[in-house]
């Protein structure tokens, strides 16, 4: 779930992280007169769009005055950055830079810990600033599990030779960041630029969120603070109706998960899952040269309508050739009841289950019965002697064949 | 329709007003459905949810509620024999 910049930074200002000044929203261009006028000084303005490139789109725009600031809104109110157009504009006062730091928290998959990276090369990316002056990047990793002390930020920062007075004043930005980063089971929490001013003060200039969304579920209270709505996914993009209707089809029936239903654009619909195994199949599918049409994982036991609504939903989208229903070995899902709703699923759309089921492995609880009902429709299936991985590449070789 | 399970049950059972109503509670997925009067009613739409629990085989006399496979060959019914 993506954070808004105005609203990261209201989290981090909760922390104690200095903003500049300001920093306020306006969603109109008197509203941004005012915060101008308030400010009394130069400003920038900022589209708050969930979007990467604000500046070369013409997003960001200087103001000295509050005049042009009113106008500087004005034309951002009407610009759409990557198909976005803004939640409002951010309003900030705008002082000399010295210095620009960059200051990310995330998740490292592989150390599985969470890594914070410092560096004193901020304002670009921080990939570039790896690849081409790796002297200037400093990381730590940190436990979740113990209370996060300074002293680890001041290591981190002291790692990239900062010294001093900046060494403390750096390391008012870190902790906090880091603490927030466990508190609110973040993926993301970056300040690119923390910017160090000409009178030696630091702020954050801009900063970026993300919140696992599982976690959404654990700090509704603070998302609500926010003014983050509950029906509000924050995805990469706003979600299709495909994809609102696979969540609706989960809703409405507490049995199981046939959900989180993300749309592609390719030929094989996937109903998959079991303890990590959707991903990995999914995986399987590409690296076999498979092209999803979606990715839908369902587990818990799904009722057989809900597996036959979904099944229905996936092959009525124009280009599925053909759907593969592919799970890890599972003992609290039942394979005859999935069975059932696919076959259901494919016949309510007025097609063959043999010829429209690429394949279908399941093979846990009540598999005999699930296995017989397959044999009886014709359909392809196939126990776990067969590799997931086999079974994906059974599934893309039959659209091959297509 | 239903494409996998049938429900059979003896006419005097699915009159009678208090089997009705044992078979509507003991059902985990809402297969039958009691009308005040003691008829009983079996719900189409729930009937391929049956997870052959068999909690409704024991409502009445052994028999009188059967269960049918549909996908195995021969039927393969489930029924309560004493």
Not at chain 1, 69 to 86: D, R, S, V
Not at chain 1, 232 to 249: D, N, S, V, Y
Not at chain 2, 57 to 62: E, H, N
Request: glycine share 10%; proline share 4%; with cysteine.
């Amino acid at each position: 779930m993506r954070f808004y910049e105005y609203e990261s930074k209201q989290l981090l200002a909760r922390h104690g992280i200095v903003l500049p000044q300001g920093s306020k929203v306006a969603h109109t261009p008197a509203e941004a007169r005012a915060i101008a006028q308030e400010i009394a000084g130069p400003t920038v303005l900022k589209s708050q769009v969930l979007s990467g490139g604000r500046m070369k789109a013409g997003g960001v725009l200087f103001a000295d005055t509050a005049e042009e600031a009113e106008a500087a809104c004005a034309k951002i109110l009407e610009l759409e950055i990557n198909g976005h157009k803004p939640r409002g504009v951010l309003v900030e006062g705008r002082q000399p830079i010295a210095q620009e730091y960059y200051l990310g928290v995330t998740w490292d998959g592989i150390a599985k810990q969470p890594i914070m990276i410092f560096s004193d090369m901020g304002g670009i990316d921080i990939e570039e600033v790896a690849e081409t002056h790796p002297e200037h990047i400093g990381r730590k990793h940190f436990s979740t599990l113990i209370p996060f002390s300074d002293h680890k930020a001041k290591e981190l920062v002291a790692s990239v030779g900062i010294t001093g007075s900046d060494l403390n004043r750096i390391t008012r930005f870190v902790a906090p960041l880091a603490r927030i980063f466990a508190k609110y089971g973040l993926t993301l929490a970056e300040i690119n630029p923390l910017v160090r001013l000409e009178n030696g003060l630091f702020v954050a200039v801009d900063a970026h969120v993300d919140m696992e969304a599982e976690a959404a579920g654990e700090h509704k209270e603070l998302l609500a603070e926010l003014g983050i709505g509950e029906d509000e996914t924050r995805q990469a993009r706003p979600p299709t109706p495909f994809e609102i209707e696979g969540k609706r089809i989960n809703e409405v029936d507490h049995r199981g998960v046939a959900g989180n239903v993300t749309e592609f654009k390719g030929s094989l619909g996937l109903i998959i899952g079991a303890g990590g195994g959707s991903l990995t199949l999914f995986d399987a599918v590409k690296k076999h040269g498979g092209d999803p049409a979606n990715y839908c994982e369902i587990g818990g036991n799904p009722s057989v309508s809900k597996v036959c609504n979904l099944t229905k939903l996936i092959l009525s989208k124009p280009g599925v050739e053909k759907v593969a229903v592919m799970m890890n070995v599972v003992s609290n899902t039942r394979v005859d009841l999935v069975a059932r709703g696919v076959i259901k699923g494919v016949i309510e759309s007025g097609m063959d289950p043999a010829e429209k089921i690429a394949i279908f492995r399941i093979p846990g609880s009540w598999e005999g019965d699930g296995f017989t009902i397959l044999k009886k429709y014709g359909v392809e299936f196939c126990d776990r002697s067969v590799s997931m991985y086999e079974a994906a590449g059974r599934a893309v070789a039959k659209m091959r064949s297509v | 329709m239903a494409l996998f399970i049938e429900v059979q049950v003896a006419p005097e059972l699915a009159n009678d007003e208090a089997n009705a109503k044992q078979l509507e509670e003991v059902c985990p997925v809402d297969v039958f459905s009691s009308k005040s009067g003691g008829a009983l009613e079996i719900v189409d739409a729930n009937v391929d949810e049956c997870t052959l629990c068999e909690l409704c085989l024991a409502v009445g006399k052994p028999g009188q509620v059967k269960i049918v496979k549909l996908y195995e060959d021969g039927g393969g019914a489930l029924e309560r024999t004493a």
